[in-house]
């Protein structure tokens, strides 16, 4: 089935966005990234600006090979507002792919850059942490995802705010000393002074200042400082908890009938696997039912596949395989060619 | 020492001030009260206005007995702006208190309105959480007080964000049923409903809109709840938390050779020792040292005696009780003549 209709497929993520162009033979044509295309972390503007970015670098690479254009596909996290979807059709128009933009739920974009199975579980742990159960290509439950301050255990911002909340805790003579300490400082350029202000440590006040003027899931930042220290028994603790919770969260979206892949995506679940194997696969395996974990860099082949399955196409293992080394082609062409954005 | 001048003594909250004026032999001649008068809490222009309608009514009140003012002190959470002190400096010099008004930390005013004691230890549990160890009449040592975003563990923030976490993970099926549940939608006016959006329940949903839709601080309104569910075993472990946070709060300001009494205030200590006493009160004695704990309402007995010091006027008994003593008969008096405001 060779046809020059082709589709925009992205993934846009809370810190970088990823954008192919393919045909309806999973042939991938172009590849482009830009910064954040999720509006809750960028806003309305930044999103259709780092979409459309994203977007038309994947088109202008794609330009000699194609004729004309037919939808896009975005798999994001949350909930996409009318104007964000108007602009965003306008800008797509300009680029060829006319008609609104089909929107998919970033686990089904993480789910299935990792497999074509029609059902499975997805887990995604980056700034947020968030798990599907997909049946029937579909998904069909959904945990977790409720944001910095009512949920998301073991995701970036709680793995970071634990660490400066731990801390601020040595600074305040109300918990242990750790060499998050030194870490969490040095990442500020907050020099350790003697002296205090208002009866507290200097370092604590600029600590405080410099924090409270970020964006709260901000914080997230910190949390890679957690898997550089990992003989500190506090930062070993919080690594700890947080593969324990996201392990609850895989394993409360599990259904003993339904039976399939365990596709993981987000920094969070690369950095563990990647660093702390021993703390962060066994409880992910347990939680998943014992099959294999599929660890995905990104949910931009399966923002493809999605696509492909709107424009009425059956994923087979040729067609998937197709799309997934076109991508890891073009994204390898990509970064030799400019500088990294995420 | 009988004089006819005046002083300007105001407490100001993160929910209410309350303002008295007295004269340097102790007399509490007016009292007023109004809402915030904390700047982070209600923005530089809330708090003139609400500290200025504070001193407003104590000087109304006073109006008669007295000749003329002298001067302005604060007892304040956290730090003033150099604006926010030209605004009250003219404020209060309308009143007849000339010169820019000292502002004392609120832990001196907590301190001070239940002790005339030079040495001894107060723990503040309000939306947020602080404890300080008083020595000479001063604050020697300061911990907590980082904020909600930090620390603060076992203040009206932790507890109501505990509270709502909670919910939240039932809703979501992370997390065990709950009486909360109900409390809480209920306070929000949210009912429950079949069907849900995006593979999330409906109420789950509603709930993530209308706390998010609030300023993290404010989620202090929910630790009533907690105190309300006495036999949930959430709601319990959230209050046992709370009272073990805030006993180690305590703790941490202890020196062994400074023994002196312990003052408590702020709303969740008032709570905790009247609603759940067995679970507050064994803790905090322990962690204060053995000696009797002191609670206090508010902390404006306490500004007057740091504004009496400031005039020269050596603190005794006597002129303590009369404080105490007057601001309690002022304080019965206005509430029975105007709405109360916190």
Redesign the interface.
């Known amino acids: 089935m060779i046809t020059m209709r082709k589709i925009l497929a992205i993934d846009a993520g809370g810190t970088s966005t990823r954008a192919v162009v393919l045909d309806l033979s999973g042939r991938c044509l172009g590849y482009g990234r830009a910064g954040s295309g999720n509006p809750t972390a960028a806003g309305i503007e930044g999103a259709v600006a780092e979409l459309g970015r994203a977007a038309q670098r994947a088109v202008t690479t794609a330009a000699s090979t194609t004729d004309h254009g037919s939808f896009a596909l975005i798999a994001l996290a949350g909930?996409v507002s009318p104007p964000l979807l108007r602009q965003l059709s306008a800008r797509f128009a300009e680029l060829g792919f006319d008609g609104q933009p089909i929107v998919e739920?970033d686990l089904l974009g993480t789910y299935y850059s990792g497999t074509f199975a029609q059902q499975g579980y997805a887990l995604i742990a980056g700034t947020g942490a968030v798990a599907?159960r997909i049946t029937g290509g579909r998904?069909?439950?959904?945990?977790?995802g409720?944001?910095w301050?009512?949920?998301d255990a073991g995701s970036g911002f709680w793995i970071g705010?634990q660490v400066?909340?731990a801390v601020?805790?040595s600074l305040?003579?109300?918990g242990p000393d750790t060499v998050l300490t030194q870490l969490v400082l040095d990442s500020l350029d907050i020099e350790a002074q003697d002296g205090g202000i208002?009866?507290?440590p200097h370092a604590?006040v600029k600590?405080?200042e410099e924090?409270?003027a970020l964006r709260?899931v901000d914080?997230a930042r910190f949390a890679p400082l957690a898997f550089a220290a990992p003989e500190d028994p506090i930062a070993h603790a919080i690594v700890t908890s947080a593969a324990a919770a996201l392990a609850?969260?895989l394993a409360?979206t599990r259904a003993p009938d339904i039976v399939g892949p365990v596709v993981l995506g987000g920094s969070v679940l690369a950095a563990g696997l990647r660093v702390a194997p021993s703390i962060f696969a066994e409880p992910l395996k347990r939680a998943g039912g014992g099959v294999e974990l599929i660890a995905v860099p990104d949910g931009v082949v399966g923002a493809a596949v999605l696509g492909l399955r709107h424009a009425g196409v059956d994923i087979d293992g040729e067609i998937f395989s197709r799309i997934r080394d076109g991508v890891a082609r073009l994204h390898t062409e990509a970064s030799q060619e400019e500088p990294a954005v995420g």
């Not at 998904?139 to 977790?144: D, E, S």
């Open positions: 909930t739920p599907g998904l069909g439950l959904a945990r977790g409720t944001g301050l009512l949920g705010h400066v909340r601020v805790a305040d003579g109300l208002r009866g507290r604590l600590l405080m924090t409270y709260p914080l609850d969260l409360a």
